[in-house]
């Protein structure tokens, strides 16, 4: 089956064209993408979801520009990240995208509000102070910004990533399993949070996940197996998710399952 660009006008923040991964060689070699071509509409909120093993996280770094491929193109916009050396790469990563870890990944000895502002200030720059203060709304953090991230729930300090992660106004924001580490309500909250950013704010969020329920909150969720792009569904339910993703596992009963099957198991009608 082949899936490609989403039938939608909105041009691409982000978009990689018959992308092909393979780490090592030889017969070690493994094709963790092959031949993926997929769109990321500007001011959407898409899921990848797909299989462990699948090439969601290599094909988020891939789109970031955290790691190259071994044949194809990316581009963020309509820069083919290809064309550029390590040093321009580095400050495309910096002014343009934001990311979101799982492991919130906030400096400790800075306040919230220096956490938001790190990227700016690593630019050299103030930023937008009208967009930081809205910002500082939108995740609710107004009243913890001189606190640290160890005096904050693990909901909290996640919420200040999400705040740092769209302080630069990046064309995208990538997020990987971003609620990996947070119990459901905080990460409900996180997932919240995203969508209500992307919409208000008309950013770009890609998201990588293995959870339905999370990837629930997106406008879209594309889906991956081993290593392509094997369908692509609106307006997603975790109902919905669940049961493309477990139609993934029919014609391998004998694999072992993915942990994609097991989060939400007891949210789906039997
Ligand atoms: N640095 C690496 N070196 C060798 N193989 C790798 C490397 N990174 C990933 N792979 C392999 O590439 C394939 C895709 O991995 P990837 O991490 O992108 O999948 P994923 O869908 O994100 O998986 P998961 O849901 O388990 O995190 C897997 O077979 C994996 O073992």
């Known amino acids: 089956m ?14 990689v064209v018959d992308a092909v991964k393979v780490y090592g060689s030889g017969d070690t070699g493994v094709r963790a993408l092959d031949g993926v071509s997929v769109d990321f509409p500007a001011g959407r909120f898409t899921a990848i979801m797909g299989p462990s093993g699948s090439g969601k996280s ?45 492991a919130f990944n906030l400096v400790p000895t800075l306040t919230v509000e220096e956490n938001i502002r790190l ?17 500082i709304d939108v995740v609710g953090l ?12 693990g909901g909290q300090q996640q919420r200040v990533a999400v705040a740092r992660a769209f302080a630069g106004r990046p064309d995208v924001v990538f ?40 990837a629930a909150h997106a406008d879209e969720v ?10 692509r569904m609106e307006n997603p339910t975790a109902d919905r998710v669940l049961d493309r993703m477990k139609a993934f596992e029919l014609p391998s009963q004998t694999d072992v399952p993915s942990r994609a099957e097991t989060p939400s198991r007891t949210e789906v009608p039997s």
Request: glycine fraction near 10%; include cysteine; hydrophobic fraction near 35%.
């Open 142 to 153: 107004r009243d913890r910004l001189r606190h640290r991230p160890a005096e904050l729930s």
């Open 2 to 15: 082949t899936v490609t660009t989403a039938p939608t006008k909105t041009p691409p923040a982000a978009r």
């Open 222 to 231: 594309v889906f991956l197996a081993d290593g392509r792009l094997v369908d």
């Open 58 to 102: 290599t094909l988020m770094h891939c789109a970031a520009g955290l790691d190259t491929l071994t044949e194809g193109a990316s581009y963020i916009g309509d820069t083919d990240l290809g064309s550029l050396d390590d040093r321009r790469l580095t400050l495309l990563r910096r002014d343009r995208v934001g990311f979101v870890f799982q």
């Open 175 to 214: 997020a990987d399993e971003p609620t990996g580490n947070l119990d459901s309500r905080s990460g409900g909250e996180v997932l919240g949070l995203l969508g209500r950013t992307v919409r208000r704010t008309a950013r770009t969020v890609v998201m990588v996940t293995h959870d339905p329920v999370a």
């Open 119 to 135: 990227p700016l200030d690593l630019a050299g720059g103030r930023g937008d102070p009208e967009w930081i203060d809205a910002l």
